[in-house]
């Protein structure tokens, strides 16, 4: 392996470890996660469903791929969050790495260490995979897309365009931002190498079978929320997370970039990289944010030292999906019965909760009985 972009690989893991425990953010999102992982293998979630990806207008479930995918980490692992900061930083040392082999087999192989480069360092790109989430995951689903979009291309079989298809819909397993971005691939295929069309479309149908599968048996549930979200991003409610669209523009931002800068003079090319990567440890340095994991578990720990043969906690102005997962996690740690933690959510006010969690501090409730 070329020993530069060894080097960016390991950049890219750094950029998204370093620290983790500070920089790593456990929303509700988060937790939903864990909960769902935990209820698959407890038998009381459907496995041909993913996350569920909007609940405001009508139900709607993600392909099942990423939790799949995160099934044996989660069991092997104990369900520590760390062990999923740790594969989303490798997920990002991949995705550099195959952004470069692209641009490689394109014959642009300035172009491709470049682009490598700015995605592993660029810290807005790292704190995106650091989120431990499906949707963080959307830059190298794009890249990866394109990956095998070129593969297929320079070298036409059907087996390729087929796995191109396949990708395609475990791509749009991150977040549905993804349909985008394989409606571009699909129309590409019919414009250049419409014999394979089929074999793509083969693929994605192969890709999306679990929904289909469990669509078929629950009278097109989830085809039908996808109608409504569709409608309500033109419409005023705008409930689905749309923002999660322009993930897949940064990949396309850093390779455009990346393009014009190949250009310039190689030792100059070196100042400006010298002095990017620099700016970006300034910036990885000095960057907070709050509530972070390390907050989380401070005020867990200060809500198991009130144990007595149990908790009850009554959230209030913040959904106990911040800390639900895990302050029952670490109750089980500590060898406590994470079946004696009661909690009550904001639109659910309990006087007789001995503890109150607002913005993110612990009191006792002086209301209780």
Not at 138 to 154: A, E, K, Q
Not at 238 to 260: C, T
Request: with cysteine.
């Amino acid at each position: 392996m070329n020993p530069s972009i060894f080097a960016v690989m390991i950049l890219a893991v750094f950029f998204r470890l370093w620290r983790v425990n500070e920089l790593m953010v456990f929303s509700g999102e988060t937790n939903n996660l864990f909960y769902y992982l935990t209820s698959y293998l407890a038998g009381e979630k459907p496995w041909l469903l993913g996350l569920e990806a909007a609940q405001y207008v009508h139900h709607l479930f993600h392909l099942p791929w990423y939790l799949w995918a995160m099934v044996l980490p989660f069991i092997v692992g104990g369900g520590n969050p760390l062990v999923f900061a740790v594969l989303h930083a490798l997920v990002g040392m991949i995705a550099a790495y195959f952004l470069y082999r692209t641009f490689v087999s394109l014959g642009f192989s300035r172009i491709g260490f470049l682009a490598a480069f700015g995605y592993a360092v660029f810290l807005p790109i790292a704190n995106i995979e650091r989120f431990i989430s499906p949707v963080s995951l959307v830059p190298f689903g794009t890249i990866m897309t394109f990956y095998f979009l070129v593969l297929s291309h320079r070298r036409q079989k059907l087996a390729r365009f087929s796995l191109l298809g396949f990708w395609t819909g475990v791509a749009v397993s991150f977040h549905y931002a993804m349909l985008l971005m394989a409606a571009v691939v699909l129309g590409w295929v019919w414009w250049k190498n419409r014999k394979f069309f089929l074999a793509a479309i083969a693929g994605l149908i192969l890709a999306f079978s679990p929904l289909i599968i469990f669509d078929f048996r629950n009278n097109f549930f989830n085809l039908t929320g996808l109608w409504f979200v569709a409608k309500s991003l033109v419409g005023e409610t705008r409930p689905y997370g749309s923002s999660h669209f322009l993930y897949q523009i940064y990949p396309v931002i850093v390779i455009f970039i990346a393009a014009l800068a190949s250009r310039l003079p190689k030792k100059l090319l070196a100042v400006i990289c010298g002095a990017f990567l620099l700016i970006q440890l300034r910036a990885l340095a000095v960057y907070e944010i709050h509530p972070n994991l390390k907050d989380r578990y401070q005020v867990i720990g200060e809500l198991l030292s009130y144990w007595d043969q149990g908790l009850t906690v009554n959230f209030r102005g913040q959904s106990s999906f911040d800390y639900a997962y895990l302050l029952r996690r670490e109750a089980r740690k500590r060898n406590l019965d994470p079946g004696e933690i009661v909690i009550f959510e904001p639109w659910q006010p309990e006087n007789n909760a001995g503890l109150i969690v607002e913005n993110d501090k612990v009191r006792l409730n002086q209301e209780a009985e």
